[in-house]
């Protein structure tokens, strides 16, 4: 009988056991389920993010903005037709790869290098004539969907919109003023990615610019005007910009209540700036700086340290998407050690093969 109970008791023991361990077993993969759950979610998750980091940025229509010259501008959908009255906008729009886009463009096409590069198709569209003497009537035959002005023609944009037709009006007198022209033209033609890696483009380089030129010497740069030796540009002028970033000083700085100063030899002499820097359309030459007996005992004269901005492309010392290889390159020149032209050269490069599609330089 005892056998009986302790046999009966030793089975019940087995069976409390087993279930014990079931509902133990149970457990762990409930939680193992749980977590692998949570961890599929977190990597759903991820790979959401990573997709939507991919996306490209889209501007949502109708889209209203504010131009450069205050006028709040509604864009109801997606411009297919643009026009451009302005060389810089031009300019941009073939950075953004708007070019197929373009219905017209200013006057004298033919002399900016940098359509006959990148978008020779350019060169066969109707004119809209200048800032001067804009064609309106042609422009409107035309039928765009978006027009874009310079800021001396900001009546003329309120007359197209008067005619049913959008314009934006554009100003980008310094580096700050043409990113915001970036950023306006990226939104209101559906490129924010696009626009975003010029402006990135641009800020790496002012970065790595300040970081190399830390702490050494700012020579003082005189920049001589396209059409006159003796006009100079000011402190607020995009050109100045470009000497301060280069790692210069603009030795008209002084200048602030206009744009191009008209100044004498006596002023250059007084100044005595260390480098002279003409213009990359100067009518006149290096040669005939160097050989101007005016300027005999100026120090950049004295040095031989008179250069010509390049103007293969662009016109580096104005404010075109391209402004800021003006200052890379002029890095070059004042600070050789610090920013080797190898360097330089290497940025002009990537550059236009980034934004323009071709070399700069020849292999």
Known sequence: MKKKVLSLLLVLSMVMSLSACGQKNSSVN?????????????????SDSKTEASEPEETAYPVTVTD??????TI????????????????LLIALGLEDKLAGIEAKADTRPIYALSAPELLELPSVG??????????????PDLVILPLKLQDTADTLEELGIKALVVNPEDQELLNETISLIGTASNTKD?????????AEQEQRL???????????????GNSD?????????????????????????????TYWAEVSYEQILAWDPEYIVLASDASYTVED????????GCAAVENGNVVQIPGDAEAWDSPVPSGILGAVWLSSVLHPEQCPESDSQAVIQEFYETFYGFAYYEN
């Open 30 to 46: 409930e939680e193992t389920a749980v977590s692998e759950e949570s961890t599929a979610e977190e990597t759903a998750d991820e």
């Open 68 to 73: 450069q010259a205050g006028r709040e501008v």
């Open 76 to 91: 109801e959908k997606e411009p297919e037709k643009l026009v451009s009255g302005y060389y810089i906008s031009t300019s």
């Open 130 to 143: 200048t800032a001067k003497e804009f064609d309106l009537e042609g422009c409107a035959a035309l039928d």
């Open 194 to 202: 696009r626009a975003q890696a010029l402006l990135d483009f641009t």
């Open 210 to 224: 300040e970081e190399a030129l830390a702490g050494t010497d700012t020579p003082s740069v005189y920049l001589a």
């Open 229 to 257: 030796f003796l006009s100079t540009a000011g402190e607020t002028m995009y050109q100045s910009s470009m000497i301060q970033m280069a790692g210069g000083v603009n030795a008209a700085a002084d200048i602030t209540d």
């Open 289 to 296: 700086v160097l050989a101007d007996p005016n300027l005999e």
